[in-house]
């Protein structure tokens, strides 16, 4: 069992950058390759970034590659969600999800995680 809490998101300019944060309880966070997802007003959520267990794989959504960076870091037991020069098809809830049963990799299957943060809002005004 893990609880991750998502934060960092907010209202933003198009062309401007946000952080989001998702805190996951320490005592398990090595065991879990994490990942972001995002629901956009009407319509699925669908992926955006995933981060393996020790981070050295990252796989992006192509929309996010180039602007969104995934980063862990172990001590602090947190995922980050660097995102720049944000567009206002950005705007979405964005999710934080931890993932156990695919090992050592990233999946970018919403399936794949179980455990799943109550969500951040991100507002991309144009």
């Known amino acids: 069992q893990v609880h991750v809490e998502e934060s960092g998101g907010g209202l933003v300019q198009a062309g401007g950058s946000l952080r989001l944060s998702c805190a996951a309880s320490?005592?398990?966070?090595?065991?879990?390759?994490m990942g972001w997802f995002r629901r956009p007003p009407g319509k699925e959520r669908d992926f955006v970034a995933a981060?393996?267990?020790?981070?050295?794989?990252?796989i992006y959504e192509d929309y996010g590659k180039g602007r969104f960076t995934i980063s862990r870091d172990i001590v602090k037991a947190t995922v980050y969600l660097q995102m720049d020069d944000l567009r206002p098809e950005d705007t979405a809830l964005y999710y934080c999800?931890?993932?156990?049963?695919?090992?050592?990799?990233?999946?970018?299957?919403?399936?794949?995680?179980?455990?799943w943060g109550q969500g951040t809002q991100v507002t991309v005004s144009s």
């Open positions: 999800a931890a993932d156990y049963s695919s090992g050592w990799t990233a999946s970018n299957r919403r399936e794949d995680y179980e455990f």
């Open positions: 320490a005592s398990t966070f090595r065991t879990f390759a």
């Open positions: 981060i393996s267990r020790i981070g050295s794989n990252t």
